[in-house]
């Protein structure tokens, strides 16, 4: 029963961060934790530096939205680099991929890159470490 508690209230804070949002920017972020939720619930949902953060075997993915754009935060430089390829009029950060609300054609180009990242995470299980 503890276990349960601790995933509704993590799911709670999820959501109560997505109710801070109005119009796009809570269309953007409920649309990725969605995504998430339903493709990787074994990932570990979490607030982490103020956004939704889901994390597994080393790897994370995090959301957040701001005024102008929605960012997609990770550790997976290589995904990175191949979204600089296909993303023209995104804006790129460190560890993270800037897409403005109005380039919603951006929206499965993310997916796909969420999906290579939890790949390689599969593939990297042999890792023994954890964030």
Request: hydrophobic share 35%.
């Amino acid at each position: 029963m503890l276990f349960k508690l601790e995933v509704d209230k993590i799911m709670n804070s999820v959501n109560e961060y997505i109710s801070h949002y109005e119009e796009e920017k809570k269309e953007w972020i409920t649309t990725f934790v969605t995504f998430m939720r339903k493709n990787y619930p074994n990932w570990e949902e979490t607030i982490s530096y103020q956004m939704p953060t889901y994390k597994f075997l080393g790897q994370y993915i995090a959301f957040s939205a701001t005024k102008t754009h929605f960012t997609l935060h990770t550790l997976d430089f290589v995904m990175l680099d191949e979204l600089k390829e296909k993303l023209d009029n995104a804006k790129f950060g460190k560890r993270s991929v800037k897409v403005k609300y109005k380039d919603k054609e951006a929206i499965p180009i993310l997916f796909e890159a969420c999906r290579k990242i939890a790949e390689r995470s599969r593939q990297d299980e042999t890792n023994d470490y954890v964030i």
